[in-house]
């Protein structure tokens, strides 16, 4: 470490950090953010039925395309008129339909036409086309909405129009914004923000570039989540350098020597960070989804930019200037180490080393109390639920169910060996409205299974289970697809997913503590503490969905990603934390004041960046997509406890209640204070 601080921080120090900051805007505006229309497919699990039937879909000549589903209704909702009958189906002939179906009621038209795309960027400009052609062609009477699977994958791409721009303006806002509160200098965060938001910008473009490269999927929450990560965890890795740095100033007159002392300190533990949560994230290569598997590979590219941004960049620029950069808390020679302070938090660590078992029940004891929210949770979230703001192809498909069957706006479509023999057991189960022949391929040949139910319900579930058992008991080979038997494979994947990697990310974090701290005990210890703030977090997140929000259930896919992002990104403050305290422990101190002495120098820039980090998955808020929100909600308040509970009072506390033998069976220098 000290080779790396001497190479970044020498006399052409501003010169390496001007060249990498030039390389990171050359990367930017040489490559960009690459495009990819991801397949709908590639959203989906492989190896599961549904998956398979929308991949025969496929091949099936002009089927690489989606449905569209048309309902025409009159404004103030009255049954239609012959001469308005007359106009919709007129305005649904020209929109390309082979016919519309009225409903029994009178009050809607319905029809379908195919939208020659895959893919929700692509069908996104050719739905909002339609939408446009078919209200125009209207008289003013009369109301046009579009719904089906091509609408909503439309809706859902809508999401993302000029989110980045969006994502990135809230992201590096917030961190500007508790930058500015944490060094109280009117210019020290423009440092690190403009590393870090350049650092950004390479990550992304390095990232999709990547990805393209290795043909890897992913889709337009990539490059969201990824930005998101990069600012957190980049910014993290500053406030520790910049911490450290500041504290190194009061020791050493020449500033350079100060940055190489704060460098070669504060790159072993980023390092440490930075390695652990990359393999994390490459844990995803192991999941069944190949967006999540995309999603790993690009925020484990954008980890490594962070961090070398952090410790190359950032501390070549930072050195460049005086000490006036940190004014008005400019740090003078002989003023006194944050660990030899009476800060608050050096009389937090007080409290804890007076009183630990005390406090180690309280924190246990509320954290229990908060992951009792498991307990309920409903995983899987129906596709009415999905947007904070309800989109039109929700509301019409809401609209559609009070003239037509429930399942009306996106049918099951059934592929079968033997149409003969599928036929009479479709048409006759239970919770089908209508089975209708459809186009064949390669052998199979498909139906258009229109349900009794909303799509997504738990009836729908059922009535898909329970035809997927009915062909097969009666010897019919068939694969039942569309979004239910999506929803209920995407259940299983996720399951299937959460059982694989739950046990090798946490085992993986196990053994990168192993490494780094060469103990046994210590180790078991804070990935246990880790595992505790996720589950009191995903726990009193399920309340605040269920209580507050009004949500029945959360994505199917959000604990996996939370536990990743608390699990990795937890080990960041263990790391911070007990590399100090070994620092300390090194220096003749007792596990007793080291652990004291390490939370008074660690406490403040530990906060300021749980606190960062937890308002950067926040701003996930800022996009309507449910998932993103519940995630930024998840991870918002595990970070906040991990922060203010655990690594403040419990970590602290245990260390201090097993002294020597939590460093077990490292040896421990000789004690003297």
């Not at 960009?32 to 599961?48: F, I, M, N």
């Not at 992304?204 to 393209?212: I, K, M, P, R």
């Amino acid at each position: 470490m000290r080779r790396l601080s001497s190479l970044v921080v020498n006399k052409f120090s501003a010169t390496l950090g001007a060249l990498v900051l030039l390389a990171g805007v050359a990367v930017i505006i040489g490559l960009g953010t690459a495009d990819r229309t991801t397949e709908r497919t590639k959203q989906l699990p492989v190896g599961y039925s549904s998956t398979e039937a929308a991949e025969l879909a496929a091949r099936v000549p002009g089927g690489d395309g989606s449905v569209a589903v048309l309902l025409i209704t009159s404004k103030d909702g009255t049954p239609l008129t012959t001469t308005d009958e007359q106009s919709g189906r007129d305005a649904l002939l020209a929109a390309g339909s082979r016919g519309a179906e009225r409903s029994s009621d009178g009050r809607a038209l319905l029809a379908v036409v195919e939208i020659p795309a895959d893919g929700a960027s692509e069908l996104q400009p050719l739905v909002e086309d339609l939408r446009g052609s078919l209200n125009r062609d209207l008289p003013s009477t009369l109301r046009a909405e579009v719904t089906g699977p091509a609408a909503i994958q439309a809706d859902l791409a809508q999401v993302f129009d000029g989110a980045n721009v969006r994502l990135l303006a809230a992201t590096a806002g917030v961190v500007a914004v508790l930058l500015i509160l944490t060094y109280r200098s009117p210019w020290l965060w423009l440092v690190p923000l403009t590393v870090i938001g350049i650092a950004d910008q390479a990550a992304a473009a390095l990232a999709t570039h990547g990805l393209e490269l290795l043909d890897i999927d992913w889709d337009g929450s990539t490059t969201g989540i990824l930005s998101v990560l990069v600012f957190g965890a980049g910014t993290n890795y500053a406030l520790l350098l910049i911490s450290r740095y500041r504290d190194e100033l009061r020791q050493y007159d020449d500033r350079r020597a100060a940055m190489r002392v704060a460098l070669a300190r504060t790159a072993e533990p980023v390092l440490a960070s930075a390695t652990t949560v990359v393999a994390g994230l490459l844990c995803l290569l192991l999941s069944v989804f190949p967006v999540t598997r995309g999603l790993g590979v690009a925020c484990a590219i954008g980890i490594v930019v962070a961090a070398f941004f952090a410790l190359v960049a950032l501390p070549a620029v930072l050195v460049c200037f005086g000490r006036w950069i940190f004014w008005p808390r400019r740090p003078e020679v002989g003023s006194t180490p944050l660990s030899d302070g009476n800060s608050v938090w050096a009389r937090v660590g007080s409290a804890v080393a007076a009183r630990p078992r005390t406090l180690v029940g309280a924190a246990v004891g509320l954290l229990a109390t908060l992951a009792v929210g498991l307990a309920g949770i409903t995983l899987g979230l129906p596709t009415s639920e999905q947007f904070l703001d309800q989109p039109e192809s929700i509301a019409a498909a809401d609209r559609l169910a009070t003239s037509f069957p429930a399942g009306s706006s996106e049918p099951a479509t059934v592929w079968a060996r033997d149409a003969a023999a599928a036929a009479p057991l479709l048409a006759g189960a239970p919770g089908v409205s209508s089975a209708r022949p459809g186009a064949a391929v390669d052998g199979w040949s498909s139906f258009q299974v229109v349900l009794a139910d909303p799509a997504g319900s738990a009836a729908a579930r059922g009535t898909v289970t329970q035809l997927r058992e009915s062909l097969a008991d009666n010897g019919v080979t068939a694969l039942v697809g569309g979004s239910t038997a999506e929803t209920i494979d995407s259940g299983s994947a996720t399951t299937r997913d959460r059982f694989v990697l739950f046990p090798v990310i946490a085992v993986l974090v196990l053994g990168a503590l192993v490494l780094l701290l060469r103990s046994a005990v210590a180790p078991v210890v804070l990935v246990l503490t880790v595992l505790a703030t996720y589950a009191a977090g995903l726990g009193a997140s399920w309340w605040i969905f269920t209580g507050l929000l009004g949500f029945t259930g959360v994505d199917d896919g959000m604990p996996l990603l939370a536990f990743l992002f608390l699990v990795a990104l937890g080990v960041d403050y263990n790391i911070f934390l007990v590399t100090r305290t070994w620092e300390e422990v090194t220096s003749g101190h007792t596990p007793r004041v080291a652990v004291r002495r390490a939370l008074a120098a660690t406490g403040g820039v530990i906060t300021s960046a749980g606190i960062l980090l937890a308002s950067v998955f926040a701003v996930l808020g800022v996009l309507p997509l449910v998932v993103l929100a519940q995630l930024g909600v998840a991870i918002c308040i595990g970070v906040l406890l991990d922060t203010l509970l655990v690594r403040t009072v419990l970590v602290p506390g245990l260390a201090t209640l097993l002294g020597d033998r939590f460093w077990w069976p490292r040896n421990l220098p000789t004690q003297s204070v």
